[in-house]
């Protein structure tokens, strides 16, 4: 159990053009899912935590006109990469925690690896 | 300080060694504890996940948790190449879902056949 599908897994786009990934929980319900970005050989930083039915709460430095996070059900969260440069590429990586079993670990997505070129 | 600190590796392993993954913290008021692998390119898969002090075992994975010297370890018995990965650890005060997790960055992993 607690499978988190991640879509597309890959995606390349041009300067400019915005890029929306999805986060789906499979098999349970996510009130919570947070939105990660890796870049090579470094750890994950935390880049907002998003909320069903409410506004997400973005980490110091990420801007939050640029990511777009809108979390409109149980089991869905979207991440939108506006107007995106060169300098967004990396792996975005969102996660979701089972919140009605108490404390628990989170789950991850397999992640989306986004190229601006 | 860097609330969490991991050496980054490479480890390298010959097939069969036990391997001893460690992660040091800062932060008293973390409770929860797991530990992750990531492979290349992919998401990363919850190995353990334990509370508190002690010791947790899985198969041939074995987590410990040292509070008082804010001190985790995780152990592989009989590795294998598939182990190769980066392992992460990471932390929270909640549980993972109230405020997220603290992770540290990773010891690439290799395994030697």
């Known amino acids: 159990g607690a499978v988190v599908s991640q879509h597309p897994s890959w995606v390349i786009c041009k300067s400019g053009t915005s890029v929306k990934i999805e986060c789906r929980s499979l098999?349970?319900?996510?009130?919570?899912m947070f939105w990660y970005r890796q870049f090579p050989k470094q750890s994950l930083m935390l880049m907002a935590t998003s909320n069903e039915g409410s506004k997400a709460t973005y980490e110091q430095g990420v801007e939050k006109d640029k990511f777009l996070i809108n979390h409109a059900s149980l089991t869905l969260s979207t991440l939108t990469v506006t107007s995106a440069h060169p300098e967004d590429s990396s792996f975005y990586i969102c996660s979701a925690w089972v919140s009605d079993r108490g404390p628990s670990p989170l789950h991850f997505g397999n992640g989306t690896r986004l190229t601006v070129t | 300080q860097k609330e969490v600190e991991q050496d980054p590796g490479p480890l390298s392993v010959p097939e069969g060694a036990i391997v001893s993954l460690n992660c040091t913290y800062s932060n008293s008021a973390f409770q929860y504890f797991m530990w992750y692998r990531q492979y290349s390119r992919k998401g990363p898969e919850l190995l353990m996940y334990t509370y508190s002090s002690g010791n947790k075992e899985d198969g041939r994975f074995t987590a410990q948790v040292d509070k008082s010297s804010k001190y985790i370890s995780l152990f592989i018995r009989d590795s294998q190449p598939s182990d190769s990965a980066t392992y992460l650890c990471?932390?929270?005060?909640?549980?993972?879902?109230?405020?997220?997790?603290?992770f540290g960055k990773g010891t690439h992993l290799i395994i030697q056949p």
């Open positions: 098999d349970f319900q996510a009130t919570t």
């Open positions: 990471a932390m929270s005060r909640s549980g993972g879902g109230a405020d997220g997790l603290t």
